[in-house]
């Protein structure tokens, strides 16, 4: 119950940007193998707001699932 708090209250730890960066692209490129195409634009809208990786990969599992 705590750890659900605790990710759905996560606050952004960048600026919103336009595009993902060189480093996230390339993650997202990896991640795609185990994850569904949902999952995938859920975490990139989440990261564009300016969530990190492991913070948007954790709220997307949360919402969506794999």
């Known amino acids: 119950m705590y750890r659900d708090k605790k990710i759905m ?3 952004p730890l960048y600026k919103p940007k336009k595009q993902l960066s060189i480093l996230q692209k390339r ?3 990896e991640h795609k193998k185990h994850h569904t195409d949902n999952h995938l ?3 990139k809208e989440l990261m ?4 990190c990786f492991q913070q948007a990969h ?3 599992m949360k919402k969506i699932g794999k």
């Open 9 to 11: 209250n996560k606050k």
């Open 27 to 29: 993650l997202m490129k």
């Open 41 to 43: 634009k859920s975490m």
């Open 58 to 60: 954790d709220i997307t």
């Open 48 to 51: 564009l707001k300016g969530y």
